[in-house]
T-cell receptor, first 115, second 110 residues
Framework: DSGVTQTPKHLITATGQRVTLRCSPR?????VYWYQQSLDQGLQFLIQ???????AKGNILERFSAQQFPDLHSELNLSSLELGDSALYFC??????????????FGPGTRLTVL | GQSLEQPSEVTAVEGAIVQINCTYQ??????LSWYQQHDGGAPTFLSY????GLEETGRFSSFLSRSDSYGYLLLQELQMKDSASYFC???????????FGTGTQLKVEL
């Protein structure tokens, strides 16, 4: 158990809908990272927040947005969902702005299925 | 940008030694890491190489050659529980962004 929690574990929704995924980092960690893992694209970095501020951006679609709240939990919002958005979404955390020795602590993931 | 190449699948027998290779192309290099992911599970950190050479952690070792943009993960005394996917990852952009390889599925057989 990494100490990172994600809810919900599974989410099934329809195309065109909007969903929110939630992540709580390990106690004391200030950075939260979001990743998307699909069969054809592998593990893709989406976005990082550090202490409430956006820190780094990856291949995140405009339909997706994220934020980190004062209590450091983070939410990933996915809107106008398409079939191709079906994937496993992971949240990870680390103590500082960057990662020491590239070590990030991953949550159990949210499996999103878009029908 | 960054790209990493790994073999898609490796099969070995219990008790054997296996090496999983990773070649990378990156602008701005902040070390090579390895992560393990069991089916349906979360990636977990295994090792990190920031400088050339071998790092050993128990049954697992990882090697890096920055001049060759190449690294490998060596797993010794394979156990059935080592059956998983293994990802190499490079850090860039101050280490904030981790770019992962496509993953190598290791199957350990009796």
């Amino acid at each position: 158990d990494s100490g990172v929690t994600q809810t919900p574990k599974h989410l099934i929704t329809a195309t065109g809908q909007r969903v929110t995924l939630r992540c709580s980092p390990r106690s004391g960690d200030l950075s939260v990272y979001w990743y998307q893992q699909s069969l054809d694209q592998g593990l893709q970095f989406l976005i990082q927040y550090y202490n409430g501020e956006e820190r780094a951006k990856g291949n995140i679609l405009e339909r997706f947005s994220a934020q980190q709240f004062p209590d450091l939990h983070s939410e990933l919002n996915l809107s106008s969902l398409e079939l191709g958005d079906s994937a496993l979404y992971f949240c990870a955390s680390s103590p500082g702005r960057g990662t020491v020795y590239n070590e990030q602590f991953f949550g159990p993931g949210t499996r999103l299925t878009v029908l | 940008g960054q790209s990493l190449e790994q073999p898609s699948e490796v099969t070995a027998v219990e008790g054997a030694i296996v090496q999983i290779n990773c070649t990378y192309q990156t602008s701005g290099f902040y070390g090579l890491s390895w992560y393990q992911q069991h089916d349906g599970g979360a990636p977990t950190f295994l090792s990190y190489n920031g400088l050339d050479g071998l790092e050993e952690t128990g049954r697992f070792s990882s090697f890096l050659s920055r001049s060759d943009s190449y690294g490998y993960l060596l797993l010794q005394e394979l156990q059935m529980k080592d059956s998983a996917s293994y990802f190499c990852a490079v850090g860039a952009g101050g280490g904030n962004k981790l770019t992962f390889g496509t993953g190598t599925q290791l199957k350990v057989e009796l």
